[in-house]
């Protein structure tokens, strides 16, 4: 499967933000038993192979101790502030949160600020289970990190959900029904240093990894006086609100090479977070075309009760649910631009960010 992605340069409020240290993050394992060596050295595997998916990518990162923790002890603990929160469960309580509604864990992000309170929680499937019935557990740990990776650098729930839409193909692969290119480039291997074994995961798509630019500006938009003046005359009437955000973006549409959308809905699986979003994600059995939905649970909205394993206070943080079509930083980026303040490269890289999080884009 061909997954094309590119990642704009720019910096602004929402996007990824470097520290020193990088991202810092922590696993929280919790069992369903206190914690002994064996789960310790597994609670050590899964940190390493997050350690290991983050270099592939190039992310500079910083690792705070992780900490397993009988399932009981889990609400009376304090808990360092970290950018990512990996909430690992065991399976009897994997089971009960996610398995029995027919999903393997879930990515959210609370806040407007992409730069922190990220929280992945995934579970390990159940003792002597296959990868028929559900998703390994380094694959679906992969595959969260990915959509983190995504919301990190700005892109939205169905923007992460179109590019990371794989669950079919790699369900192919695992089952071993077809072995081709496509499965070769779908999945890349860690070796773990703690086992010794080698874990299959979601490969890093190589425009990410390098940090490749968009390309979806016409060449002679930079060297063009009057085209640059024409949109910077649009710029102006919409910063001051004589024409609308709906206006504004069919002017743009007009003058760069939009993609289209193609013709595939795309149903972005969320619990309802009043100040962020979620991505759930299906187990193997779920995804299975012979798959009887009765034998899911039918009160999902009992799933909800995983929010209450958020490791920090999330009524505090302000909401980016509210935010209209046209982002707040690129108005005020377009006012600058308008006004001769900043650079054409600046205004055009934030332009990009529309383009890649679907706000300009042909139907």
């Known amino acids: 499967m061909a997954i ?17 240290n990088g991202i810092t993050w922590q696993i929280i394992y919790l ?3 206190v914690c002994n060596v064996s789960e310790d050295r597994k609670v050590l595997d899964m940190a390493g192979i997050v350690e290991k998916y983050f270099a592939m990518y190039k992310i500079t990162n910083q690792k705070i101790d992780s900490e397993c923790f009988f399932h009981g002890e889990f609400f009376d603990k304090t808990f360092s502030e970290v950018d990512l929160n990996i909430l690992v469960f065991d399976d009897k309580i994997g089971q009960d949160l996610f398995l029995k509604y027919g999903y ?7 806040g407007s600020l992409r730069i922190d309170n990220h929280v992945i929680m995934a579970t390990t499937p159940p003792q002597f289970s296959s ?19 995504l919301s990190y650098h700005g892109y939205n729930p169905g923007s992460i959900v179109r590019i990371l839409d794989f669950k079919s193909d790699y369900d192919q692969c695992v089952k071993r029904i077809v072995a081709d290119e496509k499965c070769d480039k779908m999945i890349a291997e860690i070796h773990s240093d703690v086992t010794g074994e080698d874990f299959s995961v979601l490969a890093p ?36 609100g004589i024409i609308d955000d709906q206006m504004y973006l069919d002017s743009i549409k ?13 149903n972005t699986v969320e619990l309802e977070i009043p100040n962020g979003f979620s ?14 939905e009765s034998e899911i649970i039918t009160s999902e909205s009992k799933i909800h ?9 999330t009524e505090s943080l302000p909401s980016d649910s509210g935010l209209s079509e046209i982002p707040i930083w690129f108005k005020n980026r377009a006012g600058l631009w308008e006004q001769e303040k900043i650079g054409d490269r600046i205004f055009f890289d934030g332009m990009t960010a529309l383009i890649q999080n679907g706000a300009i884009i042909e139907k």
């Open 305 to 313: 009760s995983v929010l209450e394993y958020i490791p920090f206070d």
């Open 4 to 20: 094309t992605l590119f990642v704009t340069l720019a910096t602004t409020q929402g996007y990824s933000q470097s520290t020193e």
């Open 205 to 240: 798509i190589p425009e990410i990894m390098n940090q490749k630019s968009i390309k979806y500006l016409p060449d002679d938009l930079y060297s063009s006086h009057v085209v640059k003046e024409v949109l910077r005359k649009i710029t102006n009437w919409w910063v001051n």
């Open 104 to 110: 393997n864990g879930l990515y959210a992000h609370f």
């Open 31 to 33: 069992s369903d038993n």
């Open 254 to 266: 007009e003058i760069i090479d939009t993609p289209i959308k193609n013709n595939k809905e795309v």
């Open 279 to 292: 991505i759930l994600s299906f187990s193997n059995k779920k995804i299975q075309n012979n798959f009887d």
């Open 131 to 149: 990868a028929y019935e559900h998703t390994e557990f380094p694959w679906s740990l992969s595959e969260k990190l990915s959509q983190f990776i």
